[in-house]
C-alpha cells in the first residue's frame, strides 16, 4: 500500500510540474511539453496536460486585463511597467488587428518567443475582441502550437535513442 501512495503522488507530481509550467507566461507549453517529455511522459499526454494547463489562464486575461490595467495606469509604481507592456502587445499585435481572428490563431499558433497563449489573450483583450470569438482562436492557434511541439518533441526522443 506504501508504494502505491508514493507511485501515485510521483506520479501526480509530474503531472501538476507539467500542468503548472504550461500556465506560466513565456513558457507556457511550449517548455511544458519538453519538460514533461523529460520527465518520462508520454508526448501525447505531455501535450494534452500542457494544452489544459496553458488554457487556464486564457479567461481571466481576456476578463480582467483591462480593469486592472486602467487601474494600475493610475499608480505611479506600475504606471510605466504596463504602458511598456500594453505598447509592447499592440506592436506585435499587426497581424491580429489585420486578419482579426485568423491573425489571433496564427499569432498564438507560430511556437516563437513572445507569441504564445499569454501575448495573444492580451491582444485581444487590448483590441476588444469578444470572448466568443478570442477564446476559440486562442485555443485553435495553442492547439497548432503543442502539435508543432509535440512533433519536436517527439523527434528530439527518436534521436536520443
Known amino acids: ?20 509550467t504550461s500556465a506560466l507566461p513565456l513558457i507556457e507549453l511550449r517548455g511544458a511539453i519538453p519538460v514533461g ?5 508520454s508526448p501525447l499526454h505531455a501535450t ?13 486575461i481576456l476578463f480582467t486585463i483591462r480593469p486592472i490595467f486602467n487601474y ?6 506600475f504606471h510605466k511597467l504596463v504602458h511598456k507592456l500594453t505598447h509592447r502587445s499592440m ?13 489571433l490563431i496564427l499569432f498564438v499558433g507560430i ?10 489573450s492580451l491582444a485581444a483583450a487590448l483590441l476588444d475582441m469578444r470572448f466568443k470569438y478570442a477564446f476559440p482562436a486562442i485555443l485553435i492557434g495553442n492547439i497548432i ?12 526522443l527518436e534521436l536520443l535513442q
Do not use: C, H
Open 1 to 20: 500500500m506504501d508504494t502505491f501512495v508514493t507511485q501515485l503522488l510521483e506520479f501526480l507530481n509530474v503531472e501538476l510540474t507539467v500542468l503548472f
Open 145 to 156: 502550437a503543442a502539435v508543432i511541439i509535440m512533433g519536436l518533441s517527439s523527434g528530439v
Open 48 to 60: 494534452l496536460l500542457s494544452l489544459f494547463g496553458s488554457m487556464i489562464p486564457v479567461p481571466f
Open 91 to 103: 506592436s506585435r499585435s499587426g497581424r491580429i488587428q489585420k486578419y482579426g481572428v485568423l491573425g
Open 111 to 120: 511556437p516563437l518567443p513572445g507569441t504564445g497563449v499569454w501575448s495573444g
Open 37 to 41: 517529455v523529460a520527465l518520462g511522459m
Open 72 to 77: 494600475l495606469k493610475e499608480t505611479k509604481m
